[in-house]
């Protein structure tokens, strides 16, 4: 946790949910065959994931090792930053794609390739090469994220 201290001081609210974090590692610590929520993710899931991200995703993004925090496209593991988005933007970016910027390379759609239940098995799959302080910290984005869209569109606007 201390790692992610400089994300926090100064910001009450996240703060609470360094702290909201902290509780439910201590209850869940993510593992192999579990999401980072402590949800049992069955072996043949984490295989079709696996399957899937080496087959559509490993040739741009790389492996489980290597890479960087600004590398373009960014690798998934643990050197990476996906962990810091939710799962639904993870989601959303996979099946709908994404361009920073003119100059970077985009990223395209998979909406015809894959199906949301198909990419819920590669965030599986990924999520087993983050730390457990990573999982749990995306855990708690992703619960923040889902949170604010139940709660209403005008609730939560302009906040990341």
Known sequence: MVGLMPLVIG???ARVWVFLGAALLLSACG???QTQLGTPVSKAVLQRGEALYNAQCLSCHGGATG???KDIPPPHNANG???HHPD???TDIVLNGFSFSLDEPKMPAF???LTEEEVEAILA???TWWTPEQRQWQATVTAQTRERS???PDKGQGQN
């Open 11 to 13: 910001r009450p609210r």
């Open 31 to 33: 593992t192999n065959g």
């Open 67 to 69: 890479g960087g925090l």
């Open 81 to 83: 930053h996906t962990w």
């Open 88 to 90: 639904q933007q993870i």
């Open 111 to 113: 909406k015809d390739k």
């Open 125 to 127: 799959y990924i999520k």
């Open 150 to 152: 139940l709660s209403g």
